[in-house]
Nanobody, 127 residues
């Protein structure tokens, strides 16, 4: 089992920044690809970013590329999402997730391919 706990959400004005954190416990953190997803009211959960086990490779949704940065500190069992230049359309609940499958080094962007999920943290961007 893996427990994931997100933090760092809040209310911010458009153009502002937030840093989300996700603390993991349980199964070996370094064996998992980590991802961030988000879900706005009435919409499907969507991929935001993911990072490989070593942290050497990351991938982003087109909507956040150049504004968001995913990183991880394996010594602290924590993954981060730095969000800059926030827009009202970034408003959503943000979830971190762990994928323990071996995918030949590739990153999954599919919700159903992640094994464990946190409870989410709310990000609200005002215009």
């Amino acid at each position: 089992q893996v427990q994931l706990v997100e933090s760092g959400g809040g209310l911010v004005q458009a153009g502002g920044s937030l840093r989300l954190s996700c603390a993991a416990s349980g199964r070996t953190f370094t064996m998992s690809t980590m991802g961030w997803f988000r879900q706005a009211p009435g919409k499907k959960r969507e991929f935001v970013a993911a990072i490989t086990r070593s942290g050497g490779y990351s991938g982003y949704a087109d909507s956040v590329k150049g504004r968001f940065t995913i990183s991880r500190e394996n010594a602290k069992n924590t993954v981060y999402l730095q969000m800059n230049s926030l827009k009202p359309e970034d408003t959503a609940s943000y979830y971190c997730a762990a994928d323990f499958s071996t995918r030949g080094g590739s990153l999954s962007r599919m919700v159903n391919e992640y094994d464990y999920w946190g409870q989410g943290t709310q990000v609200t961007v005002s215009s």
